[in-house]
C-alpha cells in the first residue's frame, strides 16, 4: 500500500513549487533596492520581467479553464502584481531609451498578444479542452522563454568576465523551483507544466556554473585596450608634447630677441656716449 496518493504528492509539490517560486519571484528585489538608492537602472534590463509578467498572465489564463488549480492561481496572482511592482520602478529610474523599449514590450505582449489570445481561443476553440490544450502549449512555450530570458545576461557574464548582472539567487531558486513543478506537473500528468521545467532546470544549472566560475573576478570589469587604441593614444600624448616644446621654444626664442634688442639699444648708447666725449675733447 503506497504512503501517499498521487494526488497528495501532486499537493505536496504544488506546496512546495509556491513556496519557491515565492522566493524566486522575491529575489529581485535586492536589485530594485540597488535601483531605488542609486536611481539609475544601471545595466538591467526589462527583458525578463516582461516576459514573466506576461507568463503569470498565461497561467492565471490556463488555471481559470482548468479545474482544480487553486496552486496555480495563488502564485501566479502574487506573481503579476509583484512584476507589475518591478517594472514600475525600473520605468521610474529607467533612461528614456529603456522606458520606450520596456513600454512596447508591455504592449506588444501584455496588452495586444495576450488579448488576442484570450479572444482567439474563446472564439475559435468550441470546447473547453480545445482550449485547454491551445493555451496550455502557449503557457509552455512561455515558460520556457522566462527560463531563457537571462540567456541575454549570461552572454554578458562570458563577455565581461563578471557576475555583477546576474544574482546568485534568482539563477538557484529558478532551479530549484524547476523541480517543484516538474513533479507537479509529471504527478498531475499535465505535460504543459512539466515539460518546460525541464529546460528551466537545464538553463539554472548553466547560470550557477557560470556564477561559480566568475564569481571572483572583479565587479567593475574596464574594457580591453588594443594595440592599435594604445599606438592612437601614443600618437596624442606625442603631438601633444611636441607642442609645448614648440611652445617653449617660441618663448625663449622671443625673450632672445627682446634682449638682444635690448643689448642693441645699449651699444648704440655707449657708442653716442663715446662720441660726445670726444667731440668734447
Excluded: H
Excluded at 184 to 209: E, V, W
Amino acid at each position: 500500500m503506497a504512503l501517499f496518493s498521487t494526488i497528495q504528492l501532486a499537493f505536496a509539490f504544488g506546496i512546495l513549487g509556491n513556496g519557491v517560486s515565492f522566493l524566486v519571484y522575491l529575489s529581485p528585489l535586492p536589485t530594485f533596492y540597488r535601483i531605488y538608492r542609486r536611481k539609475s537602472t544601471e545595466g538591467f534590463q526589462s527583458i525578463p520581467y516582461s516576459v514573466s509578467l506576461f507568463s503569470a498572465m498565461l497561467y492565471l489564463y490556463y488555471a481559470y479553464l482548468k479545474d482544480n488549480e487553486i496552486l496555480l492561481i495563488t502564485i501566479n496572482s502574487f506573481g503579476t502584481g509583484i512584476e507589475l511592482i518591478y517594472l514600475t520602478i525600473f520605468m521610474i529610474y529607467a533612461t528614456k531609451e529603456a522606458k520606450i523599449f520596456a513600454t512596447k514590450l508591455l504592449i506588444i505582449f501584455n496588452v495586444v498578444t495576450f488579448g488576442a489570445i484570450v479572444v482567439l481561443t474563446y472564439i475559435f476553440a468550441k470546447n473547453n479542452e480545445l482550449r485547454i490544450s491551445i493555451v496550455g502549449w502557449i503557457c509552455a512555450v512561455f515558460s520556457v522563454s522566462v527560463f531563457a530570458a537571462p540567456l541575454s545576461i549570461m552572454r554578458r557574464v562570458i563577455q565581461t568576465k563578471s557576475v555583477e548582472f546576474m544574482p546568485f539567487p534568482l539563477s538557484f531558486f529558478l532551479t530549484i523551483c524547476a523541480v517543484m513543478w516538474f513533479f507537479y506537473g509529471l504527478l498531475k500528468k499535465d505535460m504543459y507544466i512539466a515539460t518546460p521545467n525541464i529546460l528551466g532546470f537545464s538553463f539554472g544549472i548553466a547560470q550557477m556554473i557560470l556564477y561559480a566560475i566568475y564569481r571572483n573576478r572583479k565587479q567593475q570589469v574596464l574594457p580591453d585596450l588594443s594595440l592599435i587604441d594604445l599606438k592612437e593614444i601614443a600618437i596624442d600624448i606625442k603631438a601633444v608634447v611636441v607642442e609645448i616644446i614648440q611652445e617653449n621654444g617660441d618663448d625663449e626664442n622671443k625673450n632672445k630677441n627682446k634682449q638682444e634688442e635690448v643689448d642693441e639699444k645699449k651699444d648704440d648708447n655707449n657708442k653716442q656716449e663715446v662720441a660726445l666725449t670726444t667731440s668734447n675733447v
